[in-house]
């Protein structure tokens, strides 16, 4: 079975710049998380979708951050534009369901804002 | 506020040790509480999962813990090896929020 895909890996881009992440899902996994984790620190969650549509958003900054799940498979985020805090690494997972489903994350995207 | 806390200072033992580590929390009543691994530049990987109607949790040599009175979960990993060294992350998951809250980690560390 094919894990989560991310990409890409690693971007660098200048404060006040665009940025689009992109996330393939476990296939049938009706569930996706996106989370932020900055270094030292647990991934936070920034939006999660179930299907095609968002079941909590409450913790992402809606005048930078945006994310869509197109015909409730791949999904991306985006933040326009970057500010120096946003340097972390984005995380998408996905799962089955939610109340207890263990969650499948990919490799993740480093995010450096200069 | 809701706060959930793993053990701030890294953990350091000898191989063939246990380690046990704490997660606790306040103002949660999670329906679920989860252990996962993370190695440096990688994606958390899910362990184990307890139900808070469950005391007990095994999985060849890991154990979980779960006491809802005391508000605390123990994650034990018994005759510990290198290859276990990584950060742990417990994550909580409420009845109605249906999405898990991690904590920041602990990076265990076990010498040969």
């Known amino acids: 079975e094919a894990g989560v895909a991310q990409s890409p890996r690693y971007k660098i881009i200048e404060k006040r710049q665009s940025v689009a992440f992109w996330c393939n899902p476990i296939s049938g996994h009706a569930t996706l998380y996106w989370y932020q984790q900055i270094l030292g620190q647990g991934p936070k969650l920034l939006i999660q979708f179930q299907n095609n549509g968002v079941v909590d958003d409450s913790q992402l900054p809606k005048d930078r951050f945006s994310a869509e799940r197109l015909k409730g498979v791949d999904s991306t985020l985006k933040i326009q534009p970057a500010k120096l805090e946003d340097s972390a690494v984005y995380l998408c997972?996905?799962?089955?369901?939610?109340?207890?489903?263990?969650?499948?994350f990919g490799q993740g995207t480093r995010l450096t804002v200069v | 506020s809701q706060k959930i806390e793993q053990n701030s200072e890294a953990l350091n033992i000898q191989e063939g040790k246990t380690a046990t580590l704490t997660c606790n929390y306040t103002?949660?009543?999670?329906?679920?509480l989860q252990w996962y691994r993370q190695d440096p530049g990688r994606g958390p990987v899910f362990l184990l999962l307890i139900r808070e109607n469950e005391k007990e949790k095994r999985k060849e040599r890991l154990k979980v813990t779960f006491d809802t009175t005391l508000k605390q979960s123990l994650f034990h990993i018994t005759a510990s090896q290198p290859a276990d060294s990584a950060t742990y992350l417990c994550?909580?998951?409420?009845?109605?929020?249906?999405?898990?809250?991690f904590g920041d980690g602990t990076t265990l560390t076990v010498k040969p």
């Open positions: 994550a909580l998951e409420t009845w109605h929020a249906g999405k898990s809250t």
């Open positions: 997972a996905s799962s089955q369901g939610t109340g207890g489903t263990e969650a499948f």
């Open positions: 103002n949660y009543s999670p329906a679920y």
